[in-house]
């Protein structure tokens, strides 16, 4: 991705605002991994997640004029990926599912034994189902925090609520998840280990939670 520009520059965007296709181009090419990682981890479907990000872009597209720069981009692109996400996994319930989802084939690492890499793959399987069984907002919380390693303050502006209410959500996020992979045969040993979620210790960043759960909040932001 040499010779483009940075992430956030004001010049890329006035452009796109301009409907300058080549440098939305560009901005699609800058932030379509970031997007592409966190749609997969909120949506769990591989089916779906590259019409999601499709979606997001197109919904980035049409919104952009609205972008005035009172965040930093990239946080606003994290609300426009987290909308459409809720979207879709809300319009999916309501569609009937015919079969399992096949596994995935992205996960696989070639530096692992097969049966290590098995292991894992059930691992992640099982995490997964944990993290789907999440109230909506605690979920959106734990993945925006544990997993896109984000800080209380920049997910409290994507999902519009109070920095003490997102702490409050990924305090407990931590506990029902935790309760969760104890129900799990691959993780109840790790999560009694750790006392936390970490079911993978793979070194790719989509497919591992990163690091230890950090402190808890005090009493009285519970």
Known sequence: MSGLPPADSNDLLERCRQGDKAAFRQLFLLHSPTVLRLVARMLGR?????????????????SLKDFRGDAKFSTWLHRVTVNVVLMARRAAQSRPVFAASPPDEALKDEGLWPDEDAARRLRLQAFQRCIDRLPEKKRVVFILHELEGLPAAEIAEIVGAPVLTVRTRLFYARQELAELMRQEPTLCALAEESDGPNPSSGNSPGDRVKGQPPARPEKDQE
């Open 46 to 62: 591989r089916a779906d997640i590259e019409d999601t990000v499709q979606e997001v872009f197109l919904q980035v597209y049409r």
